[in-house]
């Protein structure tokens, strides 16, 4: 069936620096790619989304990447900060259908 | 405020028990999904209403069942509760039918069960 896969599980970061965290998708028909940041207790936020006839979006130290080939996308956090600490889940939807397949998340800690 | 409402915030309620969570979606937005998140797990996708009707379903237990109203907001109905059915209940709402522009989620109702 559809599976997202996400990695890594936490990620621990010194502020300044860059963080990565990567997703598989299985479904190729797989169409639009959002990305969610979860803060403890809190409802998720969209941060940022790609579609499959975009490579790469940017918005500020937020990027995006997906390689369609390789059913990978992927988030890059530049110049991390304390407040960038919280969980972060990739999603998929296929086109087609109305839910998201969501990964299991990356807990991100920034330290200070 | 992401402008999906849900009620109640928190919720406690003993094995056995009856609930009902209530959504009502952003102004313009027709599709409300459910979402099941346990402790520290990933988001679990419940159902989704369009405009009334079951769009899809997912790992949904029979003993939970939902419905869209006219006025377009969504009742989840949780019942004879057990232990594992703790967790933070997130509805979401959407313009169309599908979800490619984005969910927007409402700020969960935490349901502990005791």
């Known amino acids: 069936g559809e599976n997202v896969e996400q990695h890594p599980s936490t990620l621990s970061v010194q502020e300044g620096d860059s963080a990565v965290i990567k997703c598989t998708y299985s479904d190729s028909a797989s169409n639009y790619f959002p990305w969610y940041k979860q803060e403890l207790g809190k409802r998720p936020q969209l941060i940022i989304d790609?579609?499959?006839?975009?490579g790469e979006k940017k918005d500020q130290r937020i990027a995006v990447t997906l390689n369609k080939t390789a059913k990978h996308f992927s988030l890059h956090i530049t110049e991390t900060q304390p407040e960038d600490s919280a969980v972060y889940f990739c999603?998929?939807?296929?086109?087609?259908?109305?839910?998201?397949?969501f990964g299991t998340g990356t807990r991100l800690k920034v330290l200070a | 405020d992401s402008g999906v409402t849900q009620t109640p915030k928190h919720l406690i309620t003993a094995t056995g028990q009856r609930v009902t969570l209530r959504c009502s979606p952003r102004?313009?937005?027709?599709?409300v999904y459910w979402y099941q998140q346990s402790l520290d797990q990933g988001l679990q996708f419940l159902i989704q209403y369009y405009n009334g009707e079951e769009r899809a379903k997912g790992n949904i237990l029979e003993r939970f069942s939902a419905q869209q109203f006219p006025d377009l907001h969504s009742e989840l109905n949780l019942s004879s509760l057990e232990l594992g059915d703790s967790a933070l209940y997130f509805c979401a709402s959407s313009e169309g039918q599908g979800a490619s522009y984005g969910y927007t989620f409402g700020s969960g109702t935490r349901l502990t069960v005791v």
């Open positions: 102004s313009g937005d027709l599709s």
């Open positions: 790609i579609r499959s006839n975009v």
């Open positions: 999603a998929a939807l296929s086109s087609g259908t109305y839910k998201y397949i």
